[in-house]
């Protein structure tokens, strides 16, 4: 069992251990898929309860709602970083020899099959903490956030998939100097992204974790409604 900081820190743990036992249910086939992998295995799930309750730390040390968001938000953008590999692999159909140099560039002391299975791992843990921080950020009413990291989450992918490009790209030095171009634009916009996360606030405050969860035991808010089972 992970050691909870407080009673927010094992609140967000509940909330986030509800939203991954209801992704099994989803009606996206992958969201239900990593969601029942991590569940039905035991020493899955217990690594993805220490590395989330972890995840959660910052947010839990923070009492005011506008610093639970903002600390919410890095947890987002730590879960995107970590996820980026695997998912540019899902979209991107490379040759064997392609792959093998991409891991190499991010696992360089490890054995192809070990990075992979690695990398794999990272992202099925990355995954389902995302289904959890997503819910944590409906439950407190937070659409900014949601714009916000979506935003990043896809600037992050397009400047990743260049990263990739460059690290396989050959000698035509033309083609390197205009990605190399588009990277410093992509790395531009993921900075101001990163300023924005940090300084924009929700347009309404609708309260701390702590009051949206008494308010969600008195049923107003279908969203909490488990806080009552």
Not at 48 to 55: D, F
Not at 117 to 138: C, N
Request: charged share 30%.
């Amino acid at each position: 069992m992970p050691q909870f900081s407080s009673s927010r820190h094992r609140k967000l743990m509940d909330a986030s251990e509800y939203a991954l036992h209801n992704a099994v249910e989803s009606e996206e086939p992958r969201e239900s898929r990593i969601a029942t992998t991590i569940i039905e295995d035991h020493q899955k799930y217990r690594e993805w309860e220490l590395r989330h309750a972890n995840l959660l730390v910052p947010v839990a040390e923070q009492k005011a709602e506008k610093f639970q968001i903002l600390a919410l938000r890095k947890a987002n953008v730590n879960l995107v970083h970590r996820r980026a590999l695997f998912t540019y692999l899902q979209s991107h159909t490379l040759s064997d020899q392609l792959r093998a140099r991409l891991f190499r560039l991010f696992h360089s002391t490890m054995d192809l099959n070990e990075a992979i299975l690695v990398e794999h791992r990272q992202y099925m843990l990355a995954f389902s903490s995302g289904l959890s921080t997503d819910h944590i950020t409906d439950v407190m009413h937070d659409e900014r956030s949601s714009i916000l990291v979506d935003q990043y989450e896809r600037t992050f992918a397009r400047y990743f998939e260049m990263k990739c490009y460059m690290a396989n790209a050959g000698e035509n030095t033309m083609t390197r100097q205009l990605v190399n171009s588009a990277l410093r634009d992509s790395q531009g916009r993921l900075l101001r992204l990163r300023r924005r996360m940090e300084t924009e606030l929700p347009r309404q405050s609708h309260g701390s974790f702590e009051e949206q969860e008494l308010l969600a035991r008195s049923g107003r808010y279908e969203i909490q409604n488990y806080l009552n089972v």
